[in-house]
Nanobody, 125 residues
Framework: VQLQASGGGLVQSGDSLRLSCSISGRLLRNRVMGWFRQAPGKEREFVSAVNWTSTRKNYADSVKGRFTISRDNAKNTVYLQMNSLKPEDTAVYYC???????????????????WGQGTLVTVSS
């Protein structure tokens, strides 16, 4: 199983970016897909997750109302639309898969089976 994230870049405060993560390989149908991020000198933190049917989504408080997660199961791809970006959103963003939906959309690092390689998002003020 491989996860390939893309879409990061350097933007200004208030701008938008859309991250994508394509997944190849055999996975369980009921998997939860999500995003984490890690800023310099900080631990990797949860950003957002979505269940298989896209009926349940979860967001970190810091991104609620600004970020939107979505997925296309036919394309095995998960997206993160990031609007109104702030300098504190600067981080490496990692897509993640929990094959067994251990905690549903309340995804934790311990539940992740597969990680993407990360894509850097830098927001300048």
């Amino acid at each position: 199983v491989q996860l390939q994230a893309s879409g990061g870049g350097l933007v200004q405060s208030g701008d938008s970016l859309r991250l994508s993560c394509s997944i190849s390989g055999r996975l369980l149908r009921n998997r939860v897909m999500g995003w984490f991020r890690q800023a310099p000198g900080k631990e990797r933190e949860f950003v957002s997750a979505v269940n298989w049917t896209s009926t349940r989504k979860n967001y970190a408080d810091s991104v609620k109302g600004r970020f939107t997660i979505s997925r296309d199961n036919a394309k095995n791809t998960v997206y993160l639309q990031m609007n109104s970006l702030k300098p504190e959103d600067t981080a490496v963003y990692y897509c993640a898969v929990d094959e067994e939906a251990r905690f549903g959309v309340y995804m934790s690092r311990s539940a992740v089976d597969y990680w993407g390689q990360g894509t850097l998002v830098t927001v300048s003020s």
